[in-house]
């Protein structure tokens, strides 16, 4: 059973800073691709970073490059997510998820993820 569960969100004024996490079980993040995704009211859920299996190369959006940085610690299964320079337009739920197959690579396709977490939501003020 694999289970994600996210934190660390909150409400924050623009040009201040968050980190996210998300504690997997059941999932080794040494053989897995993590992915953080978000969704703010009335759209779709929009792809925000990637890490890879293993030694975790990473992948962004064109509109948070720069600004976050995806992260992991495999000894405490925690996937990280560091905000920088936040935006009003970075408000939405943060979701972490995991690709259901082992030493998949990374990709932007949340239909490409298995198992999602509950989300967390990050809301950032003018």
């Known amino acids: 059973q694999v289970q994600l569960v996210e934190s660390g969100g909150g409400l924050v004024q623009a040009g201040g800073s968050l980190r996210l996490s998300c504690a997997a079980s059941?999932?080794?993040?040494?053989?897995?691709?993590m992915g953080w995704f978000r969704q703010a009211p009335g759209k779709e859920r929009e792809f925000v970073s990637t890490i890879s299996w293993g030694a975790g190369p990473t992948n962004y959006a064109d509109s948070v490059k720069g600004r976050f940085t995806i992260s992991k610690d495999n000894a405490k299964n925690t996937v990280y997510l560091q905000m920088n320079s936040l935006k009003p337009e970075d408000s939405a739920v943060y979701y972490c998820a995991t690709r259901g197959t082992r030493f998949a690579p990374t990709s932007s396709r949340p239909e490409e993820y298995d198992y999602w977490g509950q989300g967390t939501q990050v809301t950032v003020s003018s």
């Open positions: 059941g999932r080794t993040f040494t053989t897995y691709t």
